[in-house]
C-alpha cells in the first residue's frame, strides 16, 4: 500500500512539473491556445461538421448565412462541413509523417551517436545521402506518377516520411554525441549500466524536450508540404485536406471573382496553426533552456 501510495505521489509530482514549465512561458500557452482548438475539431470531425460533403448538395456559392456559416462553394458544398474534415485530414498527414519522422530520427540518431564503429558510419552516410535528396521536387515527381492509382493521404504521409527523416536523424545524433560526454553518462557506466540501460535510462529522458520540439516541427511541416501538393492538383482526388479546399477555390477563380468564404477559412487555419506550432517550440525551449531562462529572468 505504502509502494502505490508513493506512485502516486511521484505521478502528481511529474503532473504538478508539466503544469508549472507549461505556465512558465506566454508563448508556450498562446501556442497551445492557438493549436489545441484545432486538433478538436480535427478530432471530433463526424460531431461538428454540419453536412456531410457531397457535390451538388445545396445551391452553389451562397454567401455566409445561419444555415451556412462558412457558405458554399462552386460545386454545391458546405464550406464549414469542408473545413472540419480538411482539418482532419490534414491533421491525420502530420501525425503519421511527424510520429514516423520523429521515430527514425531519434532511434537512427541514438545508434549513430552513441553506439559507434562501422554501422554508426554506415548510417552517417546515409544521413548524408538522404540531406541532399531534393525533398520536395521528389515529392512532387511520386505524387505525379501516383495520381493514377488509388493515392491516399497515408500513402502520402508515409512517402514524406520515407524521404524526410534525415533532418531530424542528424539533430537527434548531434544531441545523443553531445549528451554522450556528460558528467551522468560517466557515472552511469561507472554503475555498470549497459549501453541499453544508459540510452533508455539517461540519455533520452533528457532529448525529451528536443523530441517535443521535433516532433511539433514535423508536424508543421508534414502539413505545408501536403498543402503544397493538393494546391498543384497532385493530392489525393478521392479526399478532402485544407490543401484541396485551396485547389478547389484556385480552380474556381473564387479570388478573382470575390468569393472570400472559399479560401480564406482553410488558409487562415493553416496560418494559425503553424503560428501556433511556432510559439510552442519557442516556448518548450524557454523553459527547458537554461540561457533563455536567465534572459527571462525565470
Not at 18 to 45: D, T
Not at 63 to 86: A, K, Q
Not at 116 to 121: D, H, K, S, W
Not at 200 to 212: H, R, T
Request: net charge positive.
Amino acid at each position: 500500500m505504502e509502494a502505490l501510495n508513493n506512485i502516486t505521489r511521484k505521478k502528481l509530482a511529474f503532473l504538478h512539473t508539466i503544469f508549472r514549465f507549461m505556465f512558465m512561458s506566454k508563448k508556450l500557452i498562446a501556442g497551445f491556445l492557438m493549436v489545441v482548438p484545432i486538433i478538436f475539431c480535427g478530432l471530433f470531425a463526424p460531431w461538428i461538421a454540419i453536412y456531410p460533403i457531397k457535390f451538388g448538395m445545396f445551391e452553389r456559392e451562397q454567401p455566409p448565412s445561419w444555415e451556412h456559416p462558412l457558405g458554399t462553394d462552386r460545386y454545391g458544398r458546405d464550406v464549414f462541413s469542408m473545413l472540419i474534415y480538411g482539418i482532419r485530414a490534414s491533421l491525420m498527414v502530420g501525425a503519421v509523417t511527424g510520429s514516423i519522422v520523429t521515430l527514425i530520427g531519434v532511434t537512427l540518431g541514438c545508434i549513430a551517436g552513441y553506439k559507434g564503429g562501422l554501422a554508426a558510419e554506415f548510417l552517417k552516410r546515409i544521413i548524408d545521402i538522404f540531406l541532399v535528396l531534393p525533398l520536395l521536387p521528389l515529392l512532387f515527381v511520386i505524387a505525379a506518377a501516383m495520381v493514377r492509382v488509388r493515392f491516399t493521404y497515408f500513402s502520402l504521409a508515409l512517402f514524406m516520411a520515407i524521404f524526410g527523416w534525415s533532418g531530424s536523424a542528424r539533430n537527434f545524433m548531434s544531441i545523443v554525441l553531445s549528451l554522450r560526454e556528460s558528467k551522468f553518462v560517466d557515472l552511469a557506466k561507472l554503475s555498470n549500466e549497459s549501453e541499453l540501460e544508459i540510452l533508455f535510462k539517461e540519455i533520452i529522458p533528457n532529448m525529451l524536450p528536443f523530441i517535443a520540439t521535433s516532433f511539433a516541427m514535423n508536424v508543421g511541416w508534414a502539413m505545408v508540404t501536403e498543402t503544397g501538393i493538393s494546391l498543384i492538383g497532385l493530392g489525393p482526388s478521392n479526399a478532402n485536406s485544407l490543401g484541396t479546399m485551396i485547389y478547389w477555390s484556385r480552380m474556381s477563380a473564387s479570388i478573382v471573382r470575390g468569393i472570400w468564404w472559399s479560401f480564406i477559412p482553410p488558409s487562415l487555419v493553416l496560418i494559425v496553426f503553424f503560428v501556433g506550432l511556432i510559439l510552442i517550440v519557442t516556448g518548450l525551449d524557454e523553459v527547458f533552456n537554461p540561457r533563455l531562462r536567465r534572459i527571462t529572468g525565470w
